[in-house]
């Protein structure tokens, strides 16, 4: 089951352009940069873009912090959105419980089929941003520099990179469990989307407002961009420990969520 | 004769409406069971609780003799279903649609999957439909697609809702065609359908579902079996009351209806008697008469309370 729900989230085309558009915007980016050799100042702009300039090495994070706040939650929320909903509103969902196949089994698959896609699309945005960097700017693998200043030797900069992804995967897992929670309680795929986004949405604008400071710390964007602070020397943990366990949180909540409501649901789609 | 599928008590409650209200249906071994009712009269609830996809306010449903929808692993894999007409991923060819079904669950063996595949789309009449994505098919195409996925596992039981759905008269034909062989083939078939012809030259037995109660249930050939009159026609019916006098049951133009359930005698009588006579028959109620007797006002009409 694990196999055909990845047959189909990778066999799909729309699959691969919304992989391919979402890396068209750090391209662009890079692509300008070049062009003008214009770089936020550092503290400006998204993380890691100003010292791109000087070393193409550090475009992966950079290319990761451009699509994370809007764009990649986006792609999440439009592909978790659809796990459930998307076969419902098409009426495969009946014909794929009569089969039979077990709803628990069912929301596992789709749950596996969205890491995936979530994991691809991580990792295809840092290679593509490497790329990208290696080929526009000076990359400078042998020495890489911190955000506190000091240098990082190659094997830290590629360790810290992967953890990076690691995290950033993490917190789109957040976003794909309300996609999946929302996927189960409606028939349309869109409105499911709409639901995560629309969360991410409410959590970014309190995140800036003071007076909701006291629930900042349990908004799902809240450590969003603490994989910055693995780029710190020392590594500052704190934010980004906090950020897993948040996210954990909330993907535990909302997948238990998801399963009691589907596994006693009427499917009438 | 084992039960194939039955139901005790079954009620489905949809907030205030009560969709499915209190049904035993029994379906035998060996059955062509035409399920009858109007739109809307609680079909479609039924078959889904049927196949465990609506779970039940009330009652029981056990399906291959497995309870459901707890069963549902173990008995779903014998029963290939159509449910409220096709559906396939557009993008996908009907095979490629097929092999994922096929693959998602248990039952068939993999290896033979390919086979079984061109099987099912040549017994629906789509083997030379090649790679076509399902979204360039027709209406029909799509209908024939559903019945192959729901014959992929060469199942015991068929629930078919609606099967004939958008086929052509020559396709609603092989359709029939293919049912009544498989059901030689040793096929119990459960056919959900409001067209009374279909049903009444496919079933051996027939179901009637009116506002979620099931108001009849029994053999196709107990409810049309002979009422003992005989129908006569003739160019003079007048005749035919004076000879036949207080056995005229009613008389429509020169369409007679005379007690007696031997047409021969009916006839001997008239011919004695010199009334000219262009036809005799049994008369039998038809299937529209029985359910149109059974069943209330269609479904679907909303009266002012």
Request: hydrophobic share 50%.
């Amino acid at each position: 089951m694990i196999g055909t729900e990845l047959r189909k989230t990778f066999g799909r085309p729309r699959t691969w352009v919304t992989i391919a558009v979402l890396n068209a915007l750090p391209v662009l980016v890079a692509v300008l940069l070049r062009l003008t050799d214009l770089a936020p100042r550092p503290g400006e702009g998204p993380p890691f873009l100003s010292a791109v300039l000087t070393n193409g090495a550090l475009f992966p994070l950079a290319a990761l912090a451009i699509v994370l706040p809007l764009f990649l939650p986006i792609a999440v929320a439009v592909v978790s959105g659809d796990a459930v909903a998307g076969e419902a509103q098409a009426g495969t969902l009946r014909y794929l419980l009569a089969r039979p196949v077990g709803r628990t089994r069912l929301l596992v698959a789709k749950l596996v089929a969205v890491m995936a896609f979530v994991l691809v699309t991580v990792v295809v945005v840092a290679l593509v941003g490497y790329a990208v960097g290696s080929v526009l700017f000076e990359a400078r693998p042998a020495a890489g520099t911190s955000v506190s200043g000091t240098s990082l030797t190659t094997e830290e900069l590629a360790g810290r990179t992967l953890l990076a992804i690691g995290y950033v995967a993490v917190s789109m897992l957040g976003v794909a469990a309300f996609g999946l929670f929302f996927s189960t309680l409606t028939d349309s795929p869109l409105a499911a989307a709409l639901g995560a986004l629309a969360v991410l949405v409410t959590s970014s604008l309190l995140f800036t407002l003071d007076a909701a400071s006291p629930i900042a710390p349990y908004l799902p964007t809240r450590y969003w961009l603490a994989f910055v602070d693995l780029f710190r020397d020392p590594v500052l943990w704190r934010d980004v420990v906090r950020g897993l366990a948040l996210q954990g949180v909330y993907v535990g909540v909302l997948l238990t969520a998801a399963w009691a409501n589907f596994t006693t649901k009427d499917v009438t789609s | 004769m084992t039960a194939v599928v039955s139901t005790r008590g079954l009620v489905k409650q949809f907030g205030r409406v009560r969709a499915v209200d209190g049904i035993d249906l029994d379906v035998r071994a060996g059955d062509v069971y035409g399920f009858l009712g109007a739109n809307g009269s609680g079909k479609t609830t039924t078959v889904r609780m049927l196949l465990g996809l609506v779970l039940p306010t009330r009652g029981e449903v056990e399906l291959l003799g497995g309870r459901m929808p707890r069963a549902g692993r173990r008995v779903l894999p014998r029963v290939g279903a159509l449910i409220e007409g096709p559906a396939h991923h557009r993008h996908l060819s009907g095979a490629a649609n097929l092999a994922l079904l096929d693959a998602a669950g248990p039952g068939g063996r993999r290896r033979d999957r390919r086979r079984r595949i061109a099987e099912a789309l040549d017994q629906v009449g789509l083997g030379g439909v090649g790679r076509r994505p399902v979204g360039a098919y027709s209406l029909g195409m799509r209908q024939r697609l559903g019945l192959a996925g729901a014959l992929l596992r060469r199942p015991e039981l068929l629930v078919l809702d609606e099967p004939t759905n958008g086929l052509d008269p020559q396709g609603i034909a092989e359709v029939r065609a293919l049912l009544l062989d498989l059901h030689r083939g040793g096929t119990t078939v459960f056919l959900s359908s409001h067209l009374l012809a279909e049903v009444e030259q496919l079933c051996t037995r027939v179901g009637v579902l009116d506002r979620g109660r099931l108001v009849l249930q029994d053999e196709l050939a107990r409810l049309t079996a002979p009422t003992g009159a005989t129908v006569v026609d003739t160019p003079a019916p007048e005749r035919v009351r004076a000879v036949l006098d207080g056995r005229v049951l009613a008389a429509d133009g020169g369409r007679v209806v005379v007690r007696g359930p031997d047409p021969a005698e009916v006839n001997a009588l008239l011919v004695g008697a010199g009334v000219p006579v262009r036809g005799l028959a049994l008369q039998r109620p038809t299937l529209e008469e029985v359910v149109l007797a059974a069943a209330g006002t269609s479904a679907d009409r909303v009266e002012r309370p």
